[in-house]
């Protein structure tokens, strides 16, 4: 019994970091789309503009979703 829990736990965590990967790959392309053609902002500070917040907003979540618990 305890050996199905370890694997459900397992396969909750592993959904909630396919889901948190997905929305973050997805909002990167958003944003940088925006950023880049929209605004007409430059690449080099716009990706790295954008990959520093998603990498925080990623930590967010994850701490958010009990991920790294």
Request: charged share 20%; proline share 1%.
């Amino acid at each position: 019994m305890d050996e199905i829990k370890q694997k459900t736990k397992k396969n909750k965590k592993f959904f909630i970091y396919l889901f948190v990967g997905i929305f973050i790959s997805l909002f990167n392309i958003l944003l940088l789309w925006i950023l880049i053609d929209l605004f007409k902002i430059p690449t080099l500070i716009s990706s790295s503009l954008i990959v520093v917040c998603l990498f925080l907003f990623k930590f967010y979540l994850y701490k958010k979703t009990g991920f790294t618990n």
